[in-house]
């Protein structure tokens, strides 16, 4: 097991050296991985290669492989907020992991997957050197642009990938493919080959529950690391400054009441649905995805498959579920819903996040940017999952009006949408919202066309302290077929 790492001080030493002593113990408990989950089943060796049980609370580091068999499964949380979830039959090791609270390029998370299935988010390492997060398998390495993803060694030695946010890169001896949110990328067992775009995608399974809600620290921190300093490491702000948080700076949602969910849906037997509920009671997993939630007339649980997954500031999180699902849509939606069970080309789309509070209320505009996007889908499930592009910006504070376009491209079609929503001042749930008819590129399978006419709806809200994220669920309707595409959106101020 890894030795704990000295917090080294530097010009501010007098200041660091009390806040050390403030926070010694939780700054040394972080300096590697500590497993939040684990079952029967599961082991890790250390570098001596002696084979234990694996358990909850034991602490991770360099030289560390886990494995599980054919029950087992675990979850590991590292000091810099990044998790792994393992799924059965896999074997998984921390190569070279380094986090001291610094993102200066001294910062590491190598890791290899020899075998079996994982999902991954990230944390600080990667975000400002991209390159110093990555995962390897027998086949591939897999690259950071983005902050969730899935991956999967076949029988056969090739590696799948599935990117649930931002994009990701698959790389071999013979090329390198990028993989955006909603897409499933393969690296073939021969190197001579390059990765290519598949249709189908990991099977990761759910995400494990913990028996405690997860506590994501990091040591102390001297550089901030926000979206700022992401994009523009060298800005003054992101350099010589201090904090001294020892939580995630990008926490996960948590069960409990007061909720806001914004949902979306089709498959055969309920094509289209699109609501709300406010204050509603939602539970979330380990990984910060929603599990379950119910409000006033309206409700779901799900035991199938999460295929994507965000969430931003801890203030808003989205996703899409396939799968089975036990569906309750109130009015004015069908009631309850029998026998729903989406497909990997259909699916279940939520936004879900505290409601807006101190919101603006001046008459003065304010341009949103795009945060992430579930991968639109439709009704019929006869063609893959498209991309989402858009902006948003609202036009007044004072007077409710929002201007939105969005992009839903597919394999050969694509619509091109403006559209526009209302709301109250001071309120974070939008009155309504809707999309012009679309604007075609290429040519949409059959009973998608809009030959006889198309109509839309948006169902969104303001999400988070002086509503710095805004979200919102959507569905396009063929008024011919009553074929619906359904998904969701999430931006920032």
Sequence with gaps: MPNHTAFRLNRSGMLLALISAAFAGEAAA???GRVDFATAGATVAGTDGRQRPLVKGNELGTGDTVRTDAEGRAQIRFSDGSYVSLQPNTEFAIKDYNFNGKTDGSESGIFGLAKGAMRTVTGFIGRVNRNRYQITTPTATVGIRGTGGRIEVLNDGSTLIAGTSGIWTLSNPSGTLDIPAGTFGRAPSAPNQPPQKSDRGPDTGPAPLPVDPPKATVPLVEKVV???????????????SLTTSTTNPNPLLVTGGGYLVSYAYGDSSAPGGLNSSTNASATFNSAGQMTQFSGGLNSASFSGTHMEFGTAGGAVAWGRWIGPASVVDGSPGPGPITGFNPNANQGY???VGTPATAMPTANVSAPFTFVGATSPTGSTGTFAPG?????????????????LNATLA????TYNLNGSATFSAGSPKWASGSFASPGFVGLAPVGYQCSGGCTSKIDGAFFGAGAAFAGYAYQLKDGSSGNTISGVAVFKQ
């Design 30 to 32: 972080a300096t590697g």
């Design 349 to 351: 789309h939520y936004v």
């Design 387 to 403: 991309t989402f592009s858009g902006t948003m910006n609202v036009n007044s504070w004072s007077t409710g009006s929002i201007t």
């Design 226 to 240: 926000d979206e700022t300093c992401q994009t523009n490491p060298k800005a003054a702000a992101c350099i010589n």
């Design 410 to 413: 597919f394999s050969g079609f």
